[in-house]
């Protein structure tokens, strides 16, 4: 009995030291000590090699490395946080706002990292996302979509049994899957920028090779068609959404939208009624002006 219990206690003892590791260089990131962040890594890395919480700490540590705020004057107002700048009539005359500049050496050490870590651990949809987050923060657009697309094919040979933080498994891997790529294909239509459209097209049709029946998606494909005024095409994906879910009314207000543009009043008017009968009451709303303009 008291060789089981030492026996326990020595297993237990390394599985604390194990987690010490995590927990160290979480203390160290917070207080933003590199230096003990490094000497963490290090130790961590020399006794478990392959510990996955190690390749996204690494990946932590490089990326925030890699980060430099720039303070900078301007005349057009910035986006986010900035001060503004007032002339002798108190008048504004610029903004002092800060800009995120990045360090290429640091981003590819940190890709290097999480890169192994995904190789070791696939199924690890946190590492995975990481990347991407990373990816869209650098503006590197075109490995941001290559990444997102690889995960979806990657959802079909895990049949989405996908693992997070400390290899926790995700519940209802599917939804969160496709919810989380919706909110960058958002991140993408955000920008403004047309020449992202076929980024947000390869994506969607990405999604829908596994997906088929995946809304979000027909509705994201049919944007990337209506914001080059190419109608036609955005409404066959919104018909193949309409035929999922005959209620759908957001999909039921784009087709309405799209008849609209294409002039073809009575269509229109037939969908905002639809729009209008399944809608909750801001698309209601809506709809009834829109019916009310078409009618003049």
Known sequence: MRIIFIVLSILFSVLSFAQDYKSDFGKYFQEKDTIKQKETLLKWEKAKPNDAELFTSYFNFYFQKSKTEILSLSKNEPTGDALVLLDSLNKTAGFLGSTQSYDATAIKKAFIKIDKGISLYPN???????????????????????????????????????????NTTKEAGQDFLLSSIQSYQVQLYNTERDDLLPNMREIALAILKYYPENIESLSNL???????????????????????????????????????????KSKAIEYYEKTYLYGDEEAKNFAKKQIAELKK
């Open 124 to 166: 690890r949809l946190d590492m995975r996302f990481g990347k991407i987050y990373a990816l869209g923060e650098i503006e590197d657009w075109t490995n941001f979509t290559s990444e997102i697309s690889k995960a979806v094919a990657y959802s079909q040979i895990n049949k989405n049994n996908w693992t997070w933080t400390n």
């Open 222 to 264: 049919s944007v990337t068609y209506f914001l080059i005024g190419e109608f036609d095409k955005g409404l066959d994906a919104l018909f193949k959404a309409e035929k999922i879910n005959p209620k759908d009314y957001i999909v039921l207000s784009n087709i309405a939208n799209g008849y609209k543009q294409l002039g073809n």
